[in-house]
């Protein structure tokens, strides 16, 4: 046996963790910026719990609040150079992935000009500090060392990837969730799901990554047939919370997949969302997985509560009700771009360009 694990971010879960643990910020300097979106941080009461929290330790901040979702290289460039100039001693990411990944790029940006040494990990001079606290419970980038930005001159999105960026702190508070809606609460948890167990079939998995993205697995399956904004209550939303959490640990240690990689082209080009982009590859991608690694897909099904991969099916087109139709022309660029990728390494069986065309025909 052999394997490496790290995972670096101090995190605190619980209802008002901010409150009750704001004194672990003083450590990090007198100055920080705030990243997030322009509009949830202020509606879900996240932006207001660290801003008291800021004010009682007596450190000064400003509010960056122009982030996108699938965030540009140009957004973290301006973030970057803002915290240059103010001078910030570290970054605080709120909100889904977007503006968590966008404060993790703005902290080596704020250090760093933007050069394509960002995605080589060997720019020079270490980022800055970064603290999340996430509003959706699907990226698990408030564990990651991950930060993925849409690169228009790429024509993808493409991640970064490096220790300094795994968050120093991570507040993790289920009730910011309870403004979700359900739309985005579905392709969330299906981020989860895909981040669990993607790292359960990678060649990179590990014995305790499996137990991690089973007990995420279960979690999520337990739920999966309440996933309606009515339905949820707080234990349920601390839940898939934790469900996510675990899920980043997973991928933090292993990677994603070939799925990961393909979903990106859809995220791009078709503008569909990233958790439901990978949920509408999954089904495909099982059906791979099953050619090699038999016994984990029997048991990534069951952890789920599921009995095949057609059951499986069934719940996802539940879930995804509306019909996405690509052209062949599409299916064969995308297939070219996910199999350019470094995730073809980490999918057993390695698929060759003809399989992810396959994943893709079936998909769609
Ligand atoms: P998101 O793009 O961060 O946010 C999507 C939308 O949800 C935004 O309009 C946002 O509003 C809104 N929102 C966020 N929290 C809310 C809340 N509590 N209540 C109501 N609305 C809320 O969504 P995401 O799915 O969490 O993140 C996706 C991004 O993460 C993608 O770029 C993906 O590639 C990346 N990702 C990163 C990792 C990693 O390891 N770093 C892993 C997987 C995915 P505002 O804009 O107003 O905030
Ligand atoms: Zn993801």
């Known amino acids: 046996m052999e ?10 879960f619980g209802f008002n963790c901010i409150e009750k643990h704001s004194h672990e910020l003083k450590r990090l300097g007198p100055k920080c910026l705030i990243v ?7 509606m879900n009461g996240s932006l ?13 901040f400003e509010i960056f609040n122009e982030v996108e979702p699938n965030p540009s290289i ?16 570290f970054i605080i990411g709120i909100g889904g992935g977007s503006p968590m ?3 993790k790029a703005v902290a080596i940006v704020a250090k760093n000009e933007f050069s394509e040494d960002v995605f080589t990990q060997s720019y020079k001079t270490p980022a800055l500090p970064v603290v999340t606290i996430p509003t959706t419970s699907g990226t698990g980038s408030e564990v990651t060392q991950y930060a993925i930005l849409t690169d228009e001159s790429a024509e993808t999105k493409r991640g970064i990837a490096h220790q ?14 309870n403004s979700l809606p359900t739309e985005q609460t579905i392709n ?39 996933l309606d904004k009515e339905k949820l209550i707080r234990k349920d939303r601390d839940s898939l919370l ?11 240690q292993t990677g994603t997949t070939i799925c990961h990689a393909m979903g990106y082209s859809l995220t791009y080009f078709k503008k569909i969302d990233h958790g439901r982009a990978n949920g509408l590859l999954f089904p495909a991608f099982l059906r791979h997985s099953m050619n090699a690694q038999d016994g984990k897909v029997t048991k990534l099904l069951e952890a789920l509560g599921l009995h095949s991969i057609e059951e499986f099916e069934v719940t996802i087109e539940k879930l995804f009700e509306e019909k996405i139709i690509l052209t062949k022309d599409e299916l064969g660029l995308f297939s070219e771009k996910a199999f350019k990728t470094g995730n073809v390494e980490n999918t057993i069986p390695k698929p060759t360009k003809k399989n992810i065309f396959k994943m893709f025909y079936d998909s769609f």
């Open 36 to 42: 997030c979106g322009n509009q949830s941080a202020k």
């Open 242 to 252: 934790y469900a996510s959490m675990l899920a980043g640990i997973v991928i933090a």
């Open 188 to 226: 969330t948890v299906i981020d989860a799901f895909s981040h669990a167990a993607e790292g359960y079939l990678a060649a990179r998995s590990t014995p305790i990554t499996d137990i991690l993205a089973l007990e995420s697995i279960g979690i999520i399956g337990g739920l999966l047939n309440k």
């Open 48 to 60: 207001s719990d660290i801003t008291s929290a800021l004010n009682k330790e007596n450190i000064e």
């Open 3 to 12: 394997f490496n694990f790290h995972m670096p971010t101090k995190v605190f």
């Open 74 to 89: 140009e957004t973290v460039t301006r973030g970057g150079l803002r915290a240059r100039e103010l001078k910030v001693d």
């Open 101 to 103: 990944d966008a404060a």
């Open 164 to 177: 300094q960026i795994f968050p120093v702190y991570s507040f993790l508070d289920g009730k910011y969730m």
